[in-house]
Structure formats: structure tokens, C-alpha cells
């Protein structure tokens, strides 16, 4: 069935201009077809067309759910933007694909790239969220400093991956389960060691991230995904 995203369904049963037209030009949608609409606040909607109109399509809720398959933890992955943008790109798709609540672009001292399109990477992070059919719309934050983003307190278990030989723990075995946790990576040439520093100074545990030598956004995906599946585990064990 198709899945359509309206942050204001609740208030306004109308889809937004885009979606609209997807619905009625695209799949040629009419009044009584069946569809399914999010709202990334975690409401998950069963509805009917009632107005087919290729920018205003109306609609009347059948059923909801609240709260669709809500996550037991908040992930936020603090990540400097890849030189290449399309490869940050890439991980915010599949980071909410997989399950990530915020994402904060951060500017590190060997940032190549100083400049994030928030715009461009939320319209991501909607289409990744429809195919992936969850109903939360992960956050994704203005770019910030690196010194800037460390004057914030942050709840929960606090790590760092970075590549410098010292002691490191592996985020596999150290992050335990319906914790909330944020994760900082650096860009392309890794966090600087006063980074490092700075980062333990704040709580930050050093971590790894296995034994290869992972591009940053691989890097990304790679903690995402070991968080999510350490938390699955966690709940199929009861």
C-alpha cells in the first residue's frame, strides 16, 4: 500500500503539495483508494481519499497508531560532513533506514568540508524514513563547531571513535542495551588528537569500531547499526 508523509495530518487531512501530486498524478490515485500516511511524530495513519486533488488531496483517517514502533533509546551520531557530500548523504539514508533518532553535522579541525545543506539532507531523511516505513522523522541539526558541540551536556553513554593508537574499548562490547547514547565521528582525516582529548575530558569513551580502517560514513553506519542490533538482541532476550 502506498505510504505518504503529512507532519500535520492530524490537524489538516490534506497531504502536502508534493505527496499530493505523487498521489494523484503519479499513481493515479482516486477518491475511496486506500493509503497509508506518517507523520514522523510517530503516528502511523490507515485513510481513504476523499478529495483527489493533485495539490490539495484530502483525506478521512480510518485507524492510527501512536507511537509505531517508537524506539527504546535516542541514538544521535555527531559526524563530520565528507568531502564528497553525497557519501554523508548516503549515511543519513541509511542511518534512518536502520534506526537513528538525531544527527548533528560537526566541523572538525581536518574538516574538509565546512558547508552541510540541512534542507537537502531532511528531504533525505523523509524519503529514507517512507521506505524504510517508520513514523519518526529522524532530527538532523545545524552544522555546528566541533568546541561548540562539546559545551553541550549530553545525557546517556558518551563515545568517540577516532584511529590513534591508545587504548580503546569495542563499542560492541562496551555500549549496554536501552541506554541512550551519542556517538561522535570525525571526518576523513579523523578527529585531531586535542579533539581526542577534549572529547575524554567531557566523558567520551575512545572506542573501535573493528579492525579495518572505515571511511567516516562507513564508520557511521557501522555504530548505528551496532547499537540497533545490541538493542534487539537485548529485547528478543528479554
Not at 56 to 71: A, D, F, L, P, T
Not at 82 to 89: A, G, L, M, S, V
Amino acid at each position: 500500500m502506498a505510504l505518504f508523509y503529512a507532519p500535520n495530518i492530524k490537524n489538516d487531512l490534506t497531504l502536502p503539495e508534493e505527496e499530493s501530486q505523487h498521489a494523484v498524478k503519479v499513481l493515479r490515485m482516486v477518491e475511496g483508494d486506500s493509503l497509508e500516511v506518517i507523520d514522523g511524530q510517530g503516528g502511523f495513519y490507515h485513510a481513504k481519499i476523499a478529495i483527489a486533488h493533485h495539490k490539495k488531496c484530502k483525506v478521512v483517517i480510518e485507524n492510527e497508531v501512536q507511537g509505531y514502533h517508537k524506539r527504546p533509546i535516542h541514538l544521535h551520531i555527531a559526524i563530520a560532513p565528507t568531502k564528497n557530500i553525497e557519501r554523508i548523504e548516503w549515511f543519513a539514508e541509511k542511518a534512518t533506514e536502520i534506526g537513528i533518532d538525531e544527527i548533528t553535522p560537526i566541523i572538525c579541525r581536518y574538516s574538509e568540508r565546512k558547508v552541510v545543506k540541512r534542507d537537502r539532507i531532511e528531504k533525505i531523511l523523509i524519503s529514507a524514513m517512507k521506505q524504510s516505513k517508520k513514523a519518526y522523522l529522524p532530527t538532523i541539526n545545524e552544522q555546528t563547531t566541533f568546541n561548540d558541540f562539546m559545551k553541550s551536556d549530553r545525557k546517556g553513554d558518551l563515545f568517540i571513535a577516532h584511529c590513534y593508537e591508545q587504548d580503546k574499548k569495542d563499542l560492541c562490547t562496551t555500549y549496554k542495551a536501552n541506554n541512550d547514547v551519542t556517538i561522535l565521528i570525525g571526518p576523513e582525516g579523523d578527529f585531531s588528537e586535542e579533539e581526542v582529548a577534549t572529547a575524554i575530558k567531557k566523558g567520551y569513551l575512545p572506542i573501535s569500531l573493528g579492525e579495518s580502517r572505515l571511511r567516516t560514513e562507513t564508520a557511521g553506519v557501522v555504530a548505528c547499526h551496532t547499537i540497533e542490533l545490541i538493542n534487539q538482541i537485548a529485547s528478543i532476550n528479554g
